[in-house]
């Protein structure tokens, strides 16, 4: 399996093959709207922006998962993440990424891509996960790692 297997809700409640986005370099964010890396949506927006025409799509998945952090509606979400950061890139309804109820993509990104000491949960909001054009999980990288830092990754898998 790889993440071109898998499907998702959107922001706006329809269903999405993540096949749709197979060729394409994915950035598949946890996030939540009142976190202290909130302000990563804009550096997000950013990565979406400068490379989004070569081939990258960031996906954001918004989690409540983590403090609480992210307790509005997908419609508050949405009006949210335009209003203050601009996002134009893909959103997709509110999931869990750990325990029994994690949806299905986060269970296989994080079994590829296990964290600090092989641990597989994920620990806060806005960790990242890349993912090559072929569908499978290249790096995970921890909440605090900004967008810009990723870009040089990025660069690699939309040369290849």
Request: proline share 6%; hydrophobic share 35%.
């Amino acid at each position: 399996m790889n993440v071109f297997d898998f499907s998702a809700t959107t922001l706006d409640g329809k269903p999405m093959d993540l096949n749709a986005y197979r060729g394409k370099v994915l950035l598949v964010v946890n996030t939540a709207s009142a976190c202290g890396f909130t302000p990563q949506y804009k550096g997000l927006e950013e990565l979406h922006r400068q490379y989004g025409e070569r081939g990258l799509v960031v996906m954001g998945f918004p989690c409540n998962q983590f403090g609480k952090q992210e307790p509005g509606t997908e419609a508050e979400i949405g009006a949210f993440c335009e209003k203050n950061y601009g996002v134009s890139f893909p959103m997709f309804a509110k999931v869990d990424v750990n325990g029994d109820g994690a949806h299905p993509l986060f269970k296989h990104l994080k079994g590829e891509k296990p964290g600090v000491l092989g641990l597989e949960s994920i620990k806060w909001n806005f960790t990242k996960f890349l993912v090559g054009r072929d569908g499978e999980v290249v790096k995970r990288y921890a909440p605090q790692t900004a967008p810009g830092e990723i870009a040089g990754d990025i660069e690699k898998l939309l040369a290849q």
